[in-house]
């Protein structure tokens, strides 16, 4: 009898065990490594170009379990906007679309090279030719990020720079 209900025991502790995984993997669907490589850039930031001024300040925030870091972004100036970026593990990419006030959308496509995350455009056709967009967020040694936007041509080379911001984090 006690061997029986020792047995029953340890076979329901598994069966509850085993539960308790399945749940635990199905209670976070963005929960792997993957879904935290841009986490690097969460926070609430001021903005400065290369010469050190002010441009604007920034706020990034994980939201939905994990699933998407969400940015509003104002400028010094009149500029808004946002993006949605998020993990799209049906082609293991990293993509973003933004919005600004001026009414212009981009929609960006890539993933983490060493620990930059690069994303890019596709190609856009123009009255000057074929380019797409590229943007790059490197985490610095002292935690502050820096974005780089870039234009290419089709042959893969630099048109020119957009815009080159250093995002150090505000104090509280």
């Known amino acids: 009898m006690k061997k029986r209900l020792l047995i029953f025991l340890i076979s329901s502790l598994m069966s509850v065990s ?3 995984a399945q749940n635990s993997n199905t209670d976070c ?7 935290n490589h841009f986490d690097f850039w969460i926070g609430n930031w001021n ?6 001024k002010l441009v604007g300040t920034n ?3 994980k939201n939905y379990d994990n ?3 969400q ?6 100036g009149k500029n808004r ?14 993509n973003q679309i933004w919005v600004d006030n001026s009414g212009s959308i981009l929609k960006l496509k890539g993933g983490l090279i060493g620990k930059v995350m690069v994303l890019k455009s596709k190609l856009i056709e123009s009255e000057k ?3 797409y967009n590229q943007i790059s967020w490197t985490q610095n040694n002292d935690e502050s990020v820096t974005q780089l936007w870039e234009l290419y041509n089709e042959k893969n080379e630099l048109i020119t720079e957009i815009f080159l911001g250093i995002y150090k984090k505000k104090l509280n």
């Open 129 to 131: 030719g074929l380019y």
């Open 29 to 35: 669907s963005c929960c792997s490594e993957v879904y």
């Open 18 to 20: 085993q539960l308790m």
């Open 59 to 61: 706020s990034i925030i």
């Open 47 to 52: 903005v400065y170009d290369k010469t050190d």
């Open 81 to 94: 906007g946002t993006s949605n970026n998020f993990y799209d593990r049906t082609d293991n990419t990293w």
């Open 67 to 69: 699933c998407l870091l």
């Open 71 to 76: 940015e509003a972004w104002i400028s010094v």
